[in-house]
């Protein structure tokens, strides 16, 4: 079986869906492996290192032409998904649930797409197939990096014979993967690290990592389904942001990773929070899209600075900024995934499977994943 690896063509990604070091497991399978030219540019893996590692390196056309399954990190553009062909496999992280009509066009175009971020998370047998994890990690620890590039102060006590830095108190909004490396890593750089989030098993883990729980007076307890978390209703909230408001005033570095599944991020830094911070301080919003964000103010894709010198810098793509790091995760994640579906060399998908049956979103001509086909449904006939 032929196995493609897609230059990504969305704006800004610099990723790639597989790395050399990854292909030897595939290649002991009986696997095939073709890389498009220029794949791994953007993540400076050039084409040589593929053609070393047992990958036979083509053109556009005849990756697409050639190839089984196409691998991928973000799903198909519109024009991609014209060129996959009908028996074609493509897998990467495809947003089914954002984008539920690319799923409809893949299937009428008889495709089978299988996407990454809808595996069971929770299952253990999965955790290696875990790429909203490895990905959410990434981010976790380059928004640190953009927070404490952008602060125009030290992160940790400093003593030295020109004096005194205090140290930074940075707050972590929201304790997922990507939270809990946000305190790690600004833990290691040396600040005083707070914490929060509604669900609360979420303290003992962030205290474990030498953070200091911010605790509300007002108790919240949004456990959702699936470790995640449940929007707030309308009264919680207030209560949530008229003491939040209050510690963001005292902090020099806030960062927001706070999602709720197929909802908007909550808004957790309202505009008058950010007007009480002192001038020079920094918010970096890992929540923001085009939905919105964490940061009443942020604006996706930029950073800005308000009229009170407060810097908020909302990345859109954070992983893609550490694409070779990024890559090398997201290479196992989607190895380990297509390797769980392979028997004797060829794609075998067994409906049985937990992770298949919750995976391939389209197949024959139909979209078989049932969120997804709800959505696609005309408003009502559910
Ligand atoms: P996420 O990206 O959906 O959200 C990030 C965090 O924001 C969550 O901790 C959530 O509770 C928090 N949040 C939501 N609304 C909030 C609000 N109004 N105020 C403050 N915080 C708010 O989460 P994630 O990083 O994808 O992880 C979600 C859960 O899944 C966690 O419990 C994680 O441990 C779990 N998980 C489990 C496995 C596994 O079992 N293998 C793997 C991955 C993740």
Redesign the pocket.
């Known amino acids: 079986m032929k196995v493609g690896v897609a230059r990504e063509a969305a704006p800004g990604e610099r990723r790639v869906a597989l790395v050399p070091e990854a292909l030897g497991k595939l290649t002991a399978a009986g696997l095939e492996i073709l890389v498009e030219t220029g794949a791994g540019a953007g993540a400076q893996i050039p084409d040589e290192q593929f053609v070393e590692a047992g990958a036979k390196v083509v053109p556009t056309a005849e990756l697409y032409a050639q190839s089984d399954v196409v691998l991928r990190v973000q799903k198909p553009t519109e024009s991609e998904a014209k060129i996959l062909r009908k028996g074609q496999v493509v897998i990467g992280l495809l947003s089914p649930l954002l984008d539920p009509k690319l799923m409809q066009t893949l299937a009428d175009g008889g495709v089978t797409a299988i996407s990454l971020d809808a595996i069971p998370?929770?299952l253990?047998r999965a955790?290696t197939m875990?790429a909203?994890?490895s990905q959410?990690n990434v981010g976790g620890y380059k928004a640190v990096l953009l927070a404490a590039n952008a602060y125009g102060r030290y992160f940790p006590l400093l003593t030295t014979a020109a004096g005194t830095a205090k140290p930074a108190n940075v707050l972590i909004?929201?304790?997922?993967?990507?939270?809990l490396q946000a305190i790690g890593t600004a833990k290691r750089l040396g600040a005083i690290v707070h914490a929060?989030?509604?669900?609360p098993e979420?303290r003992e883990q962030a205290e474990s990592l030498g953070a200091k729980f911010v605790k509300l007076k007002t108790q919240i307890d949004?456990t959702g389904a699936?470790?995640?978390?449940r929007e707030?209703t309308a009264e919680e909230r207030a209560a949530?942001q008229a003491e939040l408001n209050e510690a963001i005033g005292n902090m020099d570095v806030v960062i927001t990773?706070?999602?709720?599944?197929g909802r908007k991020p909550?808004v957790?830094v309202t505009a008058e929070a950010v007007a009480r911070m002192k001038p020079g301080s920094v918010i970096v919003d890992m929540a923001a899209s085009a939905l919105g964000g964490n940061c009443e103010l942020s604006k996706a894709g930029e950073t800005i600075v308000t009229d009170n010198g407060v810097t908020i810098i909302a990345p859109e793509n954070l992983p893609a900024s550490m694409p070779a790091g990024a890559a090398a995760f997201y290479a196992r994640n989607i190895s380990a995934l297509l390797l769980g579906m392979v028997k004797d060399g060829t794609l075998n998908l067994d409906f049985e499977d937990e992770v298949t049956k919750a995976t391939v979103i389209t197949k024959d001509g139909q979209v078989v994943s049932e969120p997804v086909s709800k959505l696609l449904q005309p408003e009502g006939a559910a």
Do not use: F, K, M, N
Request: hydrophobic fraction near 40%.
């Open positions: 998370r929770t253990s955790q875990d909203l994890s959410a909004l929201g304790i997922g993967v990507a939270g929060y989030d509604v669900r979420t949004a699936g470790g995640y978390a707030l949530q990773t706070a999602q709720v599944p909550p957790l």
